[in-house]
């Protein structure tokens, strides 16, 4: 459910992901005249966003083990959830959103666990997906087997990103976290900026929506500045560039209307049915006090 109070990024991402750090490609611009641009951008890449693990929002234990590969990735590869473009940015918001994914990968789809490594909501929390991926990243050698992008689960990291964007951008914290992550990832593993996808470019799919995917030219950008690289050579079609140049959403506006998928109504419905009327293995995989 949405209060006024919700309708906005929370404090903490909000002081984290502003707008002109987000057009700017300037997070190393706050490390301090000290260090030069390129140490500063390198600096925050290797810190990385706060990722919250699995443990701490709930997951459900994976049906199997979940397959750790000896091999890095070697691309990253962006998803959107093709949700609705809520505005209730609440970290309670973040941590539903990622157990009906879970939910329903593993119950519908019947998957072992949630398909993709790492989730951002559209409030900026950075979660983690599959069981063991953050604790893969943070070592930097291996990678989880995922069940994200058919033909490139054992060799890409994939990243959902709350919401619909096909004709609507992301929020700017969404994007900016988006951005931090991809660097983290992108200089854990060794990977260049110019390493990191859409969905459709390897499925048939819609995936991640035109808005975010002509948005992928930018966050290249992005990413490579806080990486303290050299930007990519790109050469983006005109349409997407132009797309691109319009940046990200700056704040919350009226999202599309309600968007027919599945993972979007077992949001709803845990977030305004009595738990009774759910299925009987959904309300135990909900935050405490979510439920009426």
Known sequence: MTSPALDQPS???AARYTRRVLLTGGFALAVGTALPLAAAGRARAAAGPDVIACATWGARAASEPVAVLANRPERIIVHHTATANVKDYSQRRAFALARAIQTYHMDAQGWIDT???????RGAFVMEGRHNSLAELRAGIR????????????VAIGIENEGTYTSEAPPAAQYAA?????????SQYGLPASEIYGHRDFNATA??????????PTLRRDVAVRLGAPVPDQNPNPEAEAEAEAGPDP???PGPDHVPD????????????????LPAHVPEYLPAGLLP
Do not use: K
Request: negative net charge; proline residues 7%.
């Open 11 to 13: 404090a903490h991402a």
């Open 115 to 121: 398909g993709q490594h790492f989730t951002v909501s």
């Open 143 to 154: 990678q989880v087997r995922a069940a994200h992008c058919v033909g490139q689960n054992t």
């Open 178 to 186: 988006l951005a931090d992550l991809c660097a983290h990832i992108c």
């Open 207 to 216: 995936c991640p929506g035109d808005r975010l995917y002509a948005l992928l």
């Open 251 to 253: 704040g919350p506006g």
């Open 262 to 277: 599945p993972l979007w109504d077992l949001v709803h419905r845990t977030t305004t049915e009595p738990a009774a009327a």
